[in-house]
Nanobody, 120 residues
Framework: QVRLVESGGGLAQPGGSLRLSCAASGSVRATSTMGWYRQAPGKQRELVATITRSGSTNYADSVKGRFTISRDNAENTVYLQMNSLKPEDTADYYC??????????????WGKGTLVTVSS
């Protein structure tokens, strides 16, 4: 069984920073592309950023220049450094990862989410 566990959400003031972490554990043989998505109340889930195993990144236009995605392949962990936060960044943030399990099955997995609230 594979688990993705996010951490690091919370309350930040506009202009502030938060760092999210997501660790894959369990029957993990290897992780491929990992990423972050978010869903604000009443809105659809949207891509925030993704990163391949080799380090290629992709960002939503709304977060370019403010957010940075990174990963630690040895720890099967992905991070999201969020700077210059805006109230519109308020959402539940979900980790996503393409994972090869120990029985060589490849599937996309989701974490349960962590809430980020940006408010003064």
């Amino acid at each position: 069984q594979v688990r993705l566990v996010e951490s690091g959400g919370g309350l930040a003031q506009p202009g502030g920073s938060l760092r999210l972490s997501c660790a894959a554990s369990g029957s993990v043989r290897a992780t491929s592309t990992m990423g972050w998505y978010r869903q604000a109340p009443g809105k659809q889930r949207e891509l925030v950023a993704t990163i391949t195993r080799s380090g290629s990144t992709n960002y939503a236009d709304s977060v370019k220049g403010r957010f940075t995605i990174s990963r630690d392949n040895a720890e099967n962990t992905v991070y999201l450094q969020m700077n210059s936060l805006k109230p519109e960044d308020t959402a539940d943030y979900y980790c996503n990862a393409d994972i090869m399990t120990t029985n060589y099955t490849v599937m996309a997995y989701w974490g349960k989410g962590t809430l980020v609230t940006v408010s003064s």
